[in-house]
């Protein structure tokens, strides 16, 4: 069973540019979470979502950013314009479950945006 | 809302050395309490995790008791290894789906 996988694992981008940020999340996983990571910081949760819906955003920017999890592919992590602050490590998680309790979350290799 | 605290790093020690990574939490409700491990270059690897009041995770040599009364879920390990080598993040989750997490230690193990 192949675990989540994050692509690309590295990308550049210059100032006002698009990023689009690919998670798969593990086989038989319906539930996508993402978080930033900043350097010498934590993990900060940006989203939650389930397939074709958002379930939690209240970690993430207002502008510029968005997600997706649609029926069919990937969820999607997407910055518009970015900027230099955006410069940062980005993890996806999935669980086969979520909601009340504990559901284990396991995590992508993450994808390293570097803002030029 | 919820908050993790972890001991600044980096952590520095000898190989056979005993470890401890404290960690402190404040939450509503009854959180479950997780150590995730993030080697260099990767994502972040649970390591253990408590789900309830009293409950110790164990994995690999490491453990962490759930401390309600004192809110805490110190990491240990009685004799580390250079291949213990990573950074070391507690973290909470509970009632919301996204877990919160503290600001990781980097563990450094000599040889």
């Known amino acids: 069973n192949a675990g989540v996988m994050q692509n690309p694992r590295h990308l550049v981008r210059r100032r006002g540019q698009e990023a689009r940020l690919r998670c798969s999340p593990m086989?038989?996983?319906?539930?996508v979470y993402w978080y930033r990571q900043l350097p010498e910081e934590g993990l900060k949760f940006m989203v939650y979502l389930q397939k074709e819906n958002i379930i939690d955003e209240s970690g993430m920017p207002k502008e510029r950013f968005s997600a997706e999890f649609p029926k069919e592919g990937p969820s999607i992590l997407r910055i518009q314009q970015v900027v230099r602050g955006d410069s940062a490590a980005y993890f996806c998680a999935s669980s086969p479950k979520g909601g009340q309790g504990f559901h284990e979350q396991y995590f992508g290799p993450g994808t390293r945006l570097t803002v030029t | 809302g919820n908050s993790v605290t972890q001991m600044e790093g980096p952590v520095t020690l000898s190989e056979e050395a005993f470890l401890t990574i404290n960690c402190t939490y404040t939450a509503t409700g009854y959180p479950s309490l997780f150590w995730y491990v993030q080697y260099p270059g990767e994502g972040l690897q649970l390591l253990l995790k408590?789900?309830?009041?009293?409950d110790k995770g164990s994995n690999k040599g490491f453990e962490a008791t759930y401390r309600k009364e004192t809110t805490s879920f110190h990491l240990e390990k009685g004799s580390v290894q250079v291949t213990d080598s990573a950074v070391y993040f507690c973290?909470?989750?509970?009632?919301?789906?996204?877990?919160?997490f503290g600001k990781g230690t980097h563990l450094i193990i000599q040889p």
């Open positions: 086989k038989g996983h319906s539930h």
């Open positions: 973290a909470l989750g509970g009632g919301a789906d996204g877990l919160t």
């Open positions: 408590a789900t309830k009041a009293d």
